[in-house]
């Protein structure tokens, strides 16, 4: 049996008093890609903001790469951020410096202290998405799919199990989220990351076809359990 990175037990989602979803039982093994699908409005987002802590679990039983989201108390959720990696639909990157120093931003921000270990760390994660060379590119010189590309870099800084993805490929042009799912597969199953993509795009999933969370009507279906 492979390892539980995710488990999600008798959980129900709120946005304020709003029960956005309930009762969502799944769990999730090392190495898994898991897609989140439904229509807008319908609680991805909230569901995987639960999951990387900025949304706090109020009912239910939830295990993230290993922290125990239940009362966990908010000074904690930095030490979950550094076991996961998160990847946003809009890249998120800072706008005043280059790639290099964002990379290098965050590894500050998560403990990071010595130089060469720092350097070496930058170089492998923009050689594993493929920007090896563009380390002294600015964000506004770059292309969507290099943005999103240097993201996932940021994703994968501390190495996690899992990355949760919120919509990575909403922004970009077919052939571009084509380039960026082939990495995503290939991160899956190289370092053997979990992998949770909030999406709700269909040629995207039709091309690449895997396990399906989806939500719909207050509730999570699981592809992967009988109905
Ligand atoms: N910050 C927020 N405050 C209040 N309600 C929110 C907030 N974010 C989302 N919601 C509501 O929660 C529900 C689920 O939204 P969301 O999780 O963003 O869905 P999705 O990602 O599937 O589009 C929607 O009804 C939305 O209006
Ligand atoms: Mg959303």
């Not at 990696?85 to 290098?104: A, E």
């Not at 270990?117 to 060379?133: A, C, H, M």
Request: with cysteine; glycine share 8%.
């Amino acid at each position: 049996m492979a390892e539980t990175v995710v488990s999600v037990r008798d959980v129900n989602i709120y946005q304020g008093s709003n029960l956005v979803l309930q009762d969502v039982n799944f769990n999730i093994a090392r190495g898994e890609f898991v897609y989140l699908v439904g229509k807008t409005g319908t609680g991805k987002s909230s569901l995987l903001k639960t999951l990387y802590g900025e949304l706090p679990l109020k009912e239910g039983v939830a295990n993230v790469a290993g922290f125990d989201l239940k009362g966990m108390d908010w000074k904690k959720v930095p030490f979950l951020r550094r076991n996961l990696g998160v990847v946003f639909q809009d890249f998120q990157l800072l706008t005043d410096r280059n790639v290099h120093q964002n990379l290098r931003f965050v590894l500050k921000a998560t403990g990071w202290t010595d130089e060469k270990l720092i350097e070496e760390k930058i170089n492998d994660v923009l050689d594993k998405v493929g920007l090896k060379s563009k380390g002294f590119k600015m964000p506004f010189e770059m292309s969507g799919g290099e943005q999103q590309r240097v993201d996932i870099a940021r994703a994968l800084l501390n190495s996690p199990k899992l990355i949760l993805a919120d919509e990575p490929t909403g922004n970009l042009d077919p052939e571009t989220s084509d380039e960026i799912m082939q990495l995503l597969f290939q991160i899956c199953k190289d370092y053997g990351t979990a992998i949770v993509m909030a999406t709700h795009d269909f040629i995207v999933i039709n091309r690449y076809p895997s396990r399906m969370l989806k939500t719909e009507r207050s509730r999570v279906l699981d592809s992967a359990v009988p109905v």
